[in-house]
């Protein structure tokens, strides 16, 4: 058996129980999370629940990609060494006629400034309209948002 390697290891050791659901744009992260970025420790309270979802990339500082009927993306949630809340948008991927992403979606890298605490796959369906992220309501008509809360992010996204 080989050892496994954790120096300058990015991960949590708590669940963030990330929500973002309604007829809101803000997020909820309520427990106490304890995590680590490139090996160094660091804790991010309990209190923050009705948080503003941010707008923006935190690798490319634009405005994420909107989605439109029949696009989904994975949004990959983190934290970096000051407990703020970042968001990493993957490429926008096409959806078939059953909701499905017609190229398997990928997560976008991540910095080893930033330690992802949870992941979410979301999709505009044949009926939704114009979904942007951190402005429209997570109940949007046609979008689907599903959360994976993680300790690290896994090798893919579980995409259905």
């Not at 994975?74 to 934290?79: A, E, G, L, P």
């Not at 970096?80 to 997560?107: H, M, P, R, Y």
Request: charged content about 10%.
């Amino acid at each position: 058996m080989n050892p496994i390697d954790l120096a300058g290891a990015s991960f949590c050791t708590t669940n963030s129980l990330l929500t973002a659901a309604g007829a809101e744009t803000v997020h909820d992260s309520t427990v106490l999370l304890n995590y680590c970025i490139n090996g160094k420790a660091y804790t991010k309270s309990g209190t923050n629940a009705d948080q503003v979802t941010p707008t923006t990339d935190a690798v490319t500082g634009e405005v994420f990609n909107t989605l439109v009927a029949n696009e989904g993306c994975v949004m990959v949630w983190c934290y970096n060494s000051s407990g703020t809340v970042k968001v990493v948008q993957s490429e926008i991927n096409d959806l078939d006629a059953a909701g499905q992403f017609t190229t398997a979606s990928e997560f976008p890298l991540i910095p080893d400034t930033l330690c992802p605490f949870a992941y979410q796959v979301l999709k505009a369906g044949a009926t939704a309209g114009t979904i942007t992220i951190g402005t429209s309501n997570w109940n949007a008509t046609g979008f689907t948002n599903v959360i994976v809360n993680v300790l690290t992010l896994p090798n893919r996204p579980q995409t259905s």
